[in-house]
């Protein structure tokens, strides 16, 4: 995760909290710390960690991952907690998910309809602060800015052998 600046004196919220202890435990057992999120849902406060690793994690990764981290997250406001894969369709968001993406086959979906559509399929082309560019099937580029981008995902296709 990338550290964010804060001012001087300024209190963690429960997140970043839980962010800096989980991306240090990350580290230690060289796994990348993908994203935290607190969600209220109807068991309760859930905290979500979602960690990866390089060839994909197991569920023993994330067993020894959840170990070594809740002793050291007592003081956080949480009911659940779970330790999860962000999966195989994990949304590109850093410029690390578009390296690993460069060249695949997305799913762009923008906030508002633009030529009268709101999800794109193409390559991923080129990604920055500002765009985020597909090729379609006919070999033709289209670029989107950021800030009308939704989501981009990569597309898995499956085939009737994946199921044999």
């Given amino acids: 995760m990338a550290g964010k600046k804060r001012a001087q004196g300024a209190r963690l919220s429960a997140v970043e909290t839980v962010e800096e ?10 796994l990348e ?11 309760g406060k859930c905290l979500c960690v ?7 994690l197991s569920l023993d990764d994330c067993e ?9 997250l007592e ?3 949480y009911d659940i907690m779970e330790v999860s894969s962000p999966g195989m369709d994990r949304p590109v968001k850093t410029m690390r998910d578009f390296e690993r993406n460069r060249g695949a086959l997305v799913e762009v979906k923008l906030f508002a309809a633009l030529d009268g559509s709101k999800l794109y ?3 991923l082309r080129d990604m920055n602060a500002d765009t985020v560019v597909i090729e379609d099937a006919q070999g033709r580029e289209a670029a989107f800015a950021r800030k009308g981008v939704a ?3 990569p597309v898995i296709e499956l085939s009737d052998d994946d199921f044999s």
């Fill in 121 to 123: 399929r193409g390559l």
């Fill in 50 to 56: 979602y960690v990866d690793k390089e060839g994909g």
């Fill in 151 to 153: 989501i981009v995902k």
């Fill in 21 to 30: 202890r989980a991306g240090a435990v990350a580290r230690e057992m060289s």
């Fill in 64 to 72: 020894r991952y959840h170990k070594r981290l809740q002793p050291m």
């Fill in 75 to 77: 003081d956080v406001d």
């Fill in 33 to 43: 710390l993908v994203e935290v999120t607190l969600q209220k849902e109807s068991r």
